[in-house]
């Protein structure tokens, strides 16, 4: 008995919310690697994509309310997702167009295009504020739980409980989903395959007739439904709240970077590398042991190995080593 | 051209001193940020006294009329506070401040601005123990107690209740972390045994790693020191999905009906406490906010109080000048002297024109000790049917 408490312990603390964060994570990161492989510039706008997208899907989501459309269980913002995404895409392609194509046609390095967005994050930031505000918003209203953790504990009869949010298991869903389109996209259709030969060797590409501008608008659409639905997911996991993203920039590139930059897979085990060393490191440990081994050997500390305070500074610091250790990641990436 | 500009500049100087010394108080509160759902009743409070002695016609000369000028403290942002309370102090010339509510910004504006113009200040919601021994030149007042005072009490009404293990959560500032350090120091001289003392920040969209790391230390209940609007929100609703606790106990940073609101019914059942008084003088002043069109809401009392107290001090020291009317603050507020009540300011005033004594009871029953800090009676909170009540007075 005291096996399986311990079991569901870490599930509910460690396991669900690391996969549900992995893949939010992951979206991001793979989005960030798709515009660095073929655009070759570090996209800091990404975090205000998905940020752009979710505050979108709310907008829409308060348009369907008020005309009553639900689908109850299933919460109103995931109905809403395909709409936003277009909506997402189009401000991709408006801000490429009106940004990152003057520089691309200018052949600039990749630091000035990545100095440019950063501007364009300060753009987007404040336009996301002016349109929503700067407020908290809780976006869930279909059903919160699949499984909730006093039931779990009737069921089973175990101390611990384990509770599964819906928000959680509809991220782990969708992102499966989206992942393996992206994935049959870039490795089966022959626009997916011009792509990787356009990211490969850029003046081999076009020699070989492939046209640069359909390249440039596939990834910004790849791109932009990626950060709709990773941001949707995040606000819809946790809240919506415009600042929050701006800080989400730094993981999703060390998931990025840790997986080894420019492979896609790379950004995805990366995503959840970072996601569960965050939650692994700053976990304490005490009541887990406490299940395992007898009571007279359990320490009086928390067991835990870095206070929650630093749960930001875990990912630096993963990247760090990463980067002295193996500098391509995980799966063999470009240098940056 | 010349002749016009002249008669107009001398127009100017001319006009300006017949409109009488109009007297001028800072509202300084956080109209945006963590606790900006209290703040807006706050202020009304604060401008409910203020209209109240001028329609009283009793103040100083008697056609001397005050006006309350608002700025934001943001709460959290001391170099936005302070440089409000510059604009107060250097260009709207304000004679006193009503303020700041938040203890972080309420230091930084008192060490940066109050002392260095020697204007007075009064808190209604400052409660940071640092506080009280912070050197004022006799320039700092607050109408609410000592975060000291409600360590102790919350360690009572716990150790009362038979709690005798909790878990605790601060956000990480002044305020927070001087409270939390108070109600770990009276709670384990009762008996009680704090599991964890651990600090969140403020304006994250997932308290998930903070949540885990309390549940693991684990008790009969979590002690959230934070504020409603932002971090201790996310804590609780946090803490509530994955099943780790499910009684809270609210300090007054927590009091709100927002709070409730956002969380729902499985917020009922949890304790909490905030400055507060059965004494008469908090049912007038509910009385007297409601036809005014707001609520006695959190600190609000303390906010009457505060800008009462200011205009009082005037009155006693027949000036309105920061450096007189702080020598007079303290008589005021305490005994000896003819009780004084919301809504009764006029009978204040006219009490202190004919130079007799006053001990202004206000609001919040207001007593000063020490530096100059209230006394504090605190009210306890029972979350029940999705509504904040009150469980009884100590």
């Given amino acids: 008995m005291d096996f399986w408490n311990a079991i569901t312990l870490i599930t509910n603390y460690i396991l669900i919310p690391g996969l549900s964060y992995g893949c939010q994570l992951a979206l991001g990161a793979l989005g960030v690697t798709l515009i660095y492989t073929v655009l070759r510039f570090s996209n800091f706008a990404h975090g205000e994509f998905m940020s752009f997208g979710a505050m979108v899907s709310i907008l829409l989501m308060w348009y369907f309310q008020s005309l009553g459309i639900s689908v109850y269980p299933i919460p109103t913002i995931i109905i809403v997702l395909p709409i936003s995404i277009i909506i997402t895409i189009s401000f991709c392609l408006l801000i490429d167009k009106f940004c990152f194509s003057f520089y691309r046609k200018n052949n600039s390095q990749s630091v000035i295009l990545l100095i440019v967005s950063i501007g364009v994050m300060f753009f987007s930031n404040g336009l996301i504020r002016l349109i929503i505000g700067p407020d908290d918003r809780n976006i869930n209203d279909g059903e919160r739980f699949l499984l909730k953790a006093k039931t779990f504990k009737k069921m089973f009869e175990l101390n611990e409980g384990l509770a599964i949010k819906m928000s959680q298991s509809l991220t782990i869903i969708i992102t499966l989903i989206l992942v393996t389109f992206v994935f049959w996209f870039l490795n089966k259709t022959k626009t997916g395959k011009s792509m990787r030969a356009y990211s490969d060797n850029k003046d081999l590409s076009l020699l070989s007739g492939i046209n640069p501008e359909k390249v440039v608008l596939i990834v910004w659409i790849i791109t932009g439904m990626l950060a709709c639905v990773a941001g949707t997911l995040y606000g819809l996991d946790k809240s919506y709240k415009p600042f929050t993203y701006l800080n989400l920039v730094l993981p999703i590139f060390a998931s990025a970077i840790v997986g080894g930059v420019g492979n896609p897979i790379g950004a995805i085990i990366g995503g959840f590398v970072i996601a569960f060393s965050e939650i692994i490191i700053t976990f304490a440990y005490r009541r887990f042991l406490g299940y395992l081994i007898p009571e007279n050997f359990l320490p009086e500390t928390l067991m835990q190995v870095l206070s929650t305070d630093y749960k930001i500074a875990v990912s630096f610091l993963i990247l760090v080593i990463v980067l002295i250790i193996k500098p391509t990641g995980i799966y063999k990436g470009k240098l940056i | ?394």
């Fill in chain 2, 1 to 394: 051209m010349k002749k016009f500009l002249i008669s107009i500049f001398l127009s100017i100087f001319m006009i300006y001193p017949s409109f009488g010394e109009n007297v001028k108080l800072g509202i300084i509160f956080g109209y945006t940020g963590p606790i900006e759902s209290l703040t807006p009743d706050m202020a009304k409070a604060s401008e409910l006294a203020i209209s109240e002695v001028n329609k009283s016609g009793k103040f100083m000369s008697g056609n001397t009329k005050i006006e309350g000028v608002r700025a934001d403290s943001t709460c959290v942002d001391a170099a936005a506070a302070t440089a409000a309370a510059e604009r107060l102090v250097t260009s709207d010339k304000v004679n006193a401040i009503v303020g700041a509510d938040c203890s972080g910004v309420t230091t930084a504006i008192l060490q940066n601005v109050a002392m260095s113009n020697g204007v007075v200040m009064i808190s209604p919601s400052a409660t940071s123990p640092a506080l009280s021994t912070l050197p004022d030149n006799g320039l700092f007042f607050r109408t609410a107690p000592s975060d000291a005072r409600q360590g102790e009490i919350v360690a009572k009404m716990l150790i009362e209740k038979g709690l005798k293990k909790a878990a605790m959560t601060y956000t990480n500032n002044d305020y927070g972390k001087g409270l939390a350090d108070s109600i770990k120091k009276n709670y384990q001289s009762m008996g009680g045994k704090i599991t964890i003392s651990a600090s969140h920040e403020d304006g994250k969209a997932d308290y998930g790693a903070e949540v885990s790391a309390l549940a693991q230390a684990g008790g009969d209940i979590l002690i959230v020191a934070g504020y409603l609007d932002q971090g201790g929100k996310g804590i609780i609703q946090g803490a509530l999905d994955a099943g780790a606790f499910e009684k809270f106990f609210l300090p007054d940073g927590m009091i709100g009906d927002s709070l409730p609101k956002a969380i729902g019914p499985d917020l009922n059942g949890s304790i909490g406490s905030i400055p507060g008084t059965d004494s008469p003088g908090a049912k007038k002043f509910a009385s007297l906010a409601k036809s005014n069109g707001f609520k006695a809401g959190p600190f609000s009392q303390e906010s009457y109080d505060a800008a009462a107290l200011i205009m009082l001090a005037m009155q006693s020291a027949k000036s309105t000048k920061s450096k007189d009317l702080k020598n007079h603050v303290m008589d005021v507020a305490n005994a000896p002297g003819e009780k004084i009540y919301p809504g009764e300011l006029s009978k204040g005033m006219s009490l202190l024109k004919q130079g007799k004594k006053i001990d202004y009871v206000g609001a919040s029953a207001v007593e000063l000790i020490g530096g100059g800090e209230s006394a504090g009676s605190f009210r306890e909170i029972l979350i029940k049917g999705g509504k904040v009540t009150t469980a009884g007075y100590r």
